[in-house]
T-cell receptor, first 117, second 114 residues
């Protein structure tokens, strides 16, 4: 089964420091990987995706992610964290559904990022 | 703002009742997806429609059904509601049936079953 795992329930970082939110994947074939962010009482906001190509993917709000095939990881990074980055972050993988030709996103359990002054 | 709209924002109802959640996709998007977010189950895929046809199904209960109309808006119907159905229900949309494109999520409908 295609899945992603987020090993940390919470990550704490000081403002101005670099941040990393971890994600590992288990996928047969080439993975389509995504990061989303959820602020309180809001929907999920798309940050970035990896389909193919460069292993370093740049996204919204200064976030980037590094795809590592040998380690089956897709960690989210930001060089300098802001208090306003505090939110719930989800890693996801696109899973094709053979019957019907559709697809779905399978999400990790989420990592709460807390950026403190 | 993702461009995906959902109504209502909040819904409080009693066990055994039936509710309808509505979603309008982004302009130009043909695919609509429904997801359920709860504390114990996390984010779970329910169902996908593409241009009016069901194309993918997840662990959607038989008490739940959905449809996509000719104007591409979608409705999720939940019946014989149970306490455990209390959750945040998201709609998402994308341009294609199945591609590497991202899904854009609406703000969600928070359902509380009492």
């Amino acid at each position: 089964a295609q899945s992603v795992a987020q090993p940390e329930d919470q990550v704490n970082v000081a403002e101005g420091n670099p941040l990393t939110v971890k994600c590992t994947y288990s996928v047969s074939g080439n993975p389509y990987l995504f990061w989303y962010v959820q602020y309180p009482n809001r929907g999920l906001q798309f940050l970035l995706k990896y389909i193919t190509g460069d292993n370093l993917v740049k996204g919204s709000y200064g976030f980037e992610a590094e795809f590592n095939k040998s380690q089956t990881s897709f960690h989210l990074k930001k060089p300098s964290a802001l208090v306003s980055d505090s939110a719930l972050y989800f890693c996801a993988v696109r899973v094709p559904i053979l019957t019907g030709g559709g697809n779905k996103l399978t999400f990790g359990t989420g990592t709460q990022l807390k950026v403190e002054l | 703002d993702s461009g995906v709209t959902q109504t209502p924002k909040h819904l409080i109802t009693a066990t055994g009742q039936r509710v309808t959640l509505r979603c309008s996709p982004r302009s130009g998007d043909l695919s609509v997806y429904w997801y359920q977010q709860s504390l114990d189950q996390g984010l779970q895929f329910l169902i996908q429609y593409y241009n009016g046809e069901e194309r993918a199904k997840g662990n959607i209960l038989e008490r739940f059904s959905a449809q996509q109309f000719p104007d591409l808006h979608s409705e999720l119907n939940l019946s014989s509601l149970e306490l455990g159905d209390s959750a945040l229900y998201f709609c998402a949309s994308s341009v294609a049936l199945a591609s590497g494109g991202e899904q854009y999520f609406g703000p969600g409908t928070r359902l509380t079953v009492t």
